[in-house]
């Protein structure tokens, strides 16, 4: 199955950086791959501890981070996937969303968007609210257009 995006908004801890702060494989290709302008972090940890681990983790420094301490109401709220889409001037429903968690998803699909959910061994009923699953982040593949959208292609 391939989808088409303006742009994405990715959870972080879990999603991009797994339990023992090292990226997951296949995120810094992703995030290197996208345009900067096109992607954003949206995560429930504090906005310090984020940037953290995204350094430690090796991945790029995102122009737009959405962290707990930007909004009013965190996950399961809608609240930091809208601002995500905001601040990255994109209209929710052009957004795709990757999460690993239950509030994750349950925020982006509040917030209009499609949302891929990360299953790493949780079985399909984990993420029934989601659009979308895989097991591994790696089993996403990325691509631009010739068009500039974001094409995600995944297998059913």
Same mark, same amino acid.
């Given at each position: ?28 290709? !992703? ?5 900067? @302008?096109?992607? *954003? #972090?949206?995560?429930?940890? +504090?906005? $310090?501890? /984020? &940037? ?54 349950? !925020? ?5 968007? @499609?949302?891929? *959910? #990360?299953?790493?061994?949780? +079985?399909? $009923?984990? /993420? &029934? ?28």
């Amino acid at each position: 199955m391939e989808l088409s995006y303006t742009a994405v908004c990715f959870d972080l801890f879990g999603t991009l950086v797994d339990p023992e702060g090292n990226s997951v494989d296949g995120a810094r290709g !992703a995030l290197h791959l996208l345009p900067a @302008d096109r992607w *954003a #972090i949206v995560t429930s940890c +504090g906005s $310090a501890y /984020a &940037r953290m681990l995204i350094a430690s983790a090796g991945l790029p420094e995102p122009q737009v981070l959405v962290a707990s301490d930007d909004v009013e109401r965190g996950k399961p709220a809608p609240d930091p996937y809208v601002t995500g889409a905001e601040r990255l001037r994109v209209a929710p429903g052009d957004v795709l969303v990757v999460e690993d968690s239950r509030d994750g998803i349950a !925020a982006g699909r509040s917030a209009g968007m @499609d949302v891929l *959910a #990360i299953l790493r061994g949780r +079985g399909l $009923a984990f /993420a &029934r609210d989601a659009s979308f699953q895989v097991e591994r982040f790696s089993d996403i593949v990325w691509a631009l257009d010739e068009n500039g959208s974001i094409r995600v292609q995944i297998e059913p």
